[in-house]
């Protein structure tokens, strides 16, 4: 059975549910067969128009839509429209004047003519336009420079003058032999060049406003960003390094001939990289880089690491860190940052003090395992929710200091730090109101498997629900802040437009129908979101799908979400909508389904969150085999008549399963599944297992192929040979083991046009195909 099975079947199920019935090669089609749904709503500057995109019509493609009162449907819109409604609008000090770039063209906008003025366009493009606290006064990025664009005068300067390599004045060349010769025998030589050196000492002598160049060397410079009054430019230098990629060969090509694409960096300590922050004093003329040696913990040795590092060296030293680009208040009096460990153990915010260069710290965040949740990225090079209040002295940003990510405020004049909200759930997206006196969240409160919409007022505290029923809320406020634009979903309801007034407990208002005449026809299950206990103790949610009593078959499958770090066991319309017709198929067919958001996954709060720290396939996979016991003990199902099946992350732990706890699952199969961690990307992997260099037995105990022997089970793995986010190498490294090792039960389906997410119906067609013969030849009693 251990062979590379490239054919494609091409064989009709139909399962008879009520009247309907399924067909797989239908709902292999995803959006063409559900209907695309509109997404990526936005506002018309003057809050007369919503805009979408949507392709209700199934073309190649999605295009603009708008709304507005009084139209019976949404109306597709121009190209020009469309295109200008996707703009990055800067409003400016003047309510009526707003200003963007477009293809690296700078224009001004009147929202009273609704008429657009070119006023900058050099073959050069433009990036990065900031509006100054002066009226008039605009700042954009060309090429490595800041410029300043005097709108009231029509002028425009190059305040900073930062330049790559050396320089004259750093590039200590040293003399040849011959060159050296010249200059010790002969006269001329050595005239002409106390010449040269006197010309260029009356062309420095002779004074000029223009900037003085910086050279930043070989670095890479970025996150240059200008304060508001001009005063002062802050940029960031990260350390040029050559590391090697993985290289991924491509198959099917136009020409026939085989390629070979760069992929990504494997984790490794190696990619920590010196960084510096920098600030450029524009009326002196100068750059000081900050020294951060004084922020808390800095030389904190993270515990796993302790005993590694008494192995090698006892010396004390910084953290190499990522300093985020400065927020400022709106007249720039105050300047605040972000900064993170490259371990993403370690979070502070601080004040600057740019005219000396110095900082005050003004709160510290540690987390053994890794930095992260909602409003939180767990990028060191990310930043947070982050910003002023109206007093322009109280800062607000979000916390897991709790155990679920929340959110603060600290003002900067009074060092008080205060917790707006509180209780077991999650602040998941954070708007800060027009008046900047409230806030306007969506949060998990209610459950945590919804999306529900508040209004919160700093000074009362009070949380006043606008959206809370079940399913997940999208919201855009219109720019009057009177009307909200709503994308909304439930388990079995894929998402839709509505619009509602912003007040409490408001109405919907449905403006889209998206899903087909076909996806309608049948009667999608509401899958129950239901809670067990796991071995520790912890809750743990799932969806569960249940046949009807005469067609239960007492065999189960189990399905294993991607990612990690994400939520299915909601109450909306699931990401992976595939899977989800294909458990209905499934439970059609007589099959109970669990759908688990086992530890790790997203939504549950910070000890959720980090549950799989230094061990993947452990607690992630207890809470699989725990959801079987509870389907065991409470629905019956035959112990001995389990599969489990997932992709990516879920793919890992299929095999983790299948090779850890051989005698669990009759059969699995394994989606694009990592085989061994060390040869994963850096940012995922080192949050969770650290680096191989430093802590080699996370990495040992959680990666199936150190565990290929002990396969008993059913399994097969589905993999795309152009994966190039868990590369084809990795499941074609875990065959190698099986073929060594002389295993029998196993075989690997290989599809070479398919990357880490199928495109092609065909491909998932077949892929499923596979899943559910499986299955059907594994569980189902003969």
Known sequence: MNKIIFTSLCVLISIVAKSQSLHLEEIMKGNTFIGEQPENQRWSLDGQKLYFDWNPNNELGSSTYYWKTGVSKPVLALSDEAAF????????????????????????????????????????????????????????????????????????????????????????????????????????????????????????????????????????????????????????????????????????????????????????????????????????????????????????????????????????????????????????????????????????????????????????????????????????????????????????????????????????????????????????????????????LTTNTTHPGNRNFYKLEVSSGIMQPILVKDGAHEVSLSPDEKTLAIRYSYKNKPWEMYVAPNKLNSNLTQITTSTTQSFNSYAWRQPEVVTFKAQDGTDVHARMYQPETKNANKAAIIFVHGAGY???????????????????????????????????????????????YRFMGGKDLTDQIDGKNYLVKNLGIDTNRVGIYGGSYGGFITLMGMLTAPKEFASGAALRSVTDWAHYNHGYTGNILNFPETDPDAYKKSSPIYFADNLQGNLLMLHGMVDDNVEYKDIVRMSQRFIELGKKNWSLSSFPVEAHGFKETYSWVDEYRRILDLFNSTLLKK
């Not at 760069?262 to 880089?289: E, H, P, R, W």
């Not at 990401?575 to 996954?601: C, K, P, Q, W």
């Open 85 to 440: 409604s996707k703009l990055d609008f800067k409003k400016s000090l003047n309510p009526n004047l707003y200003y963007y770039i477009d293809k690296g063209r700078l224009f001004s906008y009147s929202l009273k003519t609704k008429t657009s003025k070119k006023l900058y366009q050099q073959s050069s493009p433009i990036s990065s336009l900031q509006i100054g606290a002066e009226a008039g006064m605009l700042y954009f990025r060309q090429n490595e420079n800041l410029f300043q664009y005097n709108t009231n005068e029509g002028s425009i300067i190059q305040i900073t003058n930062f330049r790559r390599g050396k320089g004259e004045d750093n590039a200590k060349e040293q003399e040849s032999f011959l060159k050296t010769q010249q200059k010790e025998l002969f006269q001329f030589i050595r005239d002409q060049d106390t010449l040269k050196k006197y010309n260029l000492a009356k062309v420095k002598a002779v004074k000029s406003d223009f900037p003085k160049p910086y050279y930043y060397g070989k670095n890479n410079l970025g996150s240059v960003k200008v304060s508001p009054k001009g005063n002062y430019v802050t940029f960031r230098l990260i350390q040029e390094v050559e590391r090697q990629s993985e290289k991924m060969p491509l198959f099917i090509t136009a020409d026939g001939y085989n390629q070979i694409e760069n992929t990504k960096q494997k984790v490794s300590i190696d990619n920590l990289l010196v960084t510096t922050f920098g600030i450029y004093n524009v009326a002196k003329d100068s750059v000081i880089t900050v020294n951060f040696s004084s922020l808390s913990h800095i030389q904190d040795v993270p515990k796993y690491f302790e005993q590694y590092q008494k192995s090698k060296s006892s010396e004390k030293k910084d953290k190499l860190i990522v300093v985020q680009e400065p927020i400022y208040n709106d007249s720039g009096s105050y300047a605040i940052s972000e900064i993170r460990s490259q371990d993403n153990k370690d979070r502070w915010i601080v004040s600057f003090n740019l005219e000396n260069a110095t900082f005050q710290e003004l709160d510290y965040q540690h987390d053994e395992a890794w930095i992260g949740g909602p409003g939180i990225p767990s990028n060191a090079y990310g930043r947070g929710i982050l910003g002023f209040l109206s007093d322009n002295e109280t800062i607000y940003f979000q916390s897991e200091a709790t155990g679920y990510s929340h959110l603060y405020t600290y003002n900067l004049k009074s060092k008080k730090k205060a917790q707006l909200t509180k209780g077991n759930w999650e602040v998941r997206n954070v708007n800060l109101a027009n008046d900047k006196k409230s806030f306007y």
């Open 566 to 612: 994400l939520q299915n066991a909601h109450n909306y319309w699931s990401s992976y909508h595939r899977e989800y017709m294909f458990h209905n198929l499934l439970t059609d067919l007589g099959y109970t389904v669990l759908d688990i958001d086992y530890r790790a996954s997203d939504g549950y709060g910070r000890d959720f969150r980090t549950g799989i």
